[in-house]
Structure formats: structure tokens, C-alpha cells
């Protein structure tokens, strides 16, 4: 977890819109590095803070609200290893009235003790924050009834009222899978699914 004073962000993958990384109509932003590495993550190649693109937090604020979503969601990899950065990025979108979402593999006991620590990074991502996802990854916990999230001991936590509502009816929700195909034939999957759905679903795609 850092506090680093820094306005640029490592990100492994912008993407200016998806229904499958939180409530309603969302920008995604996964940045690179991750100090927690959780065993059978869905992302491990963005464990490495090496690679991925240097981009300013003024920058990703523009790119997230010409996007015309109602938000941004913060996934990664690990925002809070790059807290600072994010702090800016997530109080920017925030400025221009959209909400922001943000998972992180530290749980909410560790978030408080950085931000008693002093950690100012860490407690102005916090503070930017509308719905924070927090938790390991566990692979002996897989979660197949909440949405957006992999195992069951990762928490919801509404730290403004904007999503209570969603909370109160997480049962209502449903996971789901984007397969994006981009001009040069490049495919990219984001959502929460487990591998045999992804493998059925890859399968049955049709190439003309």
C-alpha cells in the first residue's frame, strides 16, 4: 500500500465502457503493480508494476467523463498501491458528478490502519471512493451469487448513500462477461466468471 505524492498512474487497461464492472454504465481502469498477488487471481499479469502505460491523472479524469458514463470503477492489479495517483483521478470524477467504485485486496481493518498510520494517499482514496470492494481473492471461497466479486469474504462497503440502495439488493444483480474484439481481431474479457463458463463462452464464438 503506498502513499507515494504522484500524479501518474501505471495502467494496465483503460476501458471507457462496461456493464460488468459495477452498478450501471461504467469507465474501468486497471492499473499495473500488485503487492498482494492473491493465489488465483483473474489478473496476474498485471502483478507487475512493469509494462502497462504512464498516464497523468488529469488525463485519466478527462478520458473517464467524455466517456459520458455514471462513473469510474478502480480495479487492477492494486489501486491502492497506487493510492496517491488514484486519489486525484477518483476526486476528479468525483468533481464532475459521476461516482467512483474501487476494489482493492486489503481488507477494511488494514485500509484503517494506514490511514492511522498517516497515510494520506491511502485516506484521500478513501475519501474519493463511493462503493469500496475489499478483500483477498480466495480461491477456496468462490462466490457464485453476489455480483462483481470472487469469493464470499470480500465486503461491500458503502461509504457514501449514493449505491445503499444497490447493496440492500445485491441478491437482484447478476454477474456479467464482455468479450470485446477490437479492429485487429485482439480479444479482450472482463467481468467475474468462472473458467468453464469463460472456456463455453470463447467456444462458441462464430469467425467469419
Sequence with gaps: MS????????????????VAEGPGERSAIWVKGCSIRCRGCFNPHMWSAKGGELWSSEELVARVVA??????TLLGGEPFDQASALAVVAAGVRAAGLSVMTFTGFTVDQLRGSVDEGREGVAALVASTDLLVAGPFLADQIDTTRPWVGSRNQEFVALTDRYADVLKNLDNA?????????????????GWAEMETLDALLADLKWT
Design 174 to 190: 447478476h454477474d456479467r462477461v464482455e468479450v470485446n474484439v477490437d479492429a485487429s481481431g485482439r480479444i479482450s474479457v472482463n
Design 3 to 18: 502513499d507515494v505524492d504522484s500524479r501518474t498512474v501505471a495502467v494496465a487497461r483503460f476501458l471507457p465502457y462496461t
Design 67 to 72: 466517456a459520458g458514463t455514471e462513473g469510474l
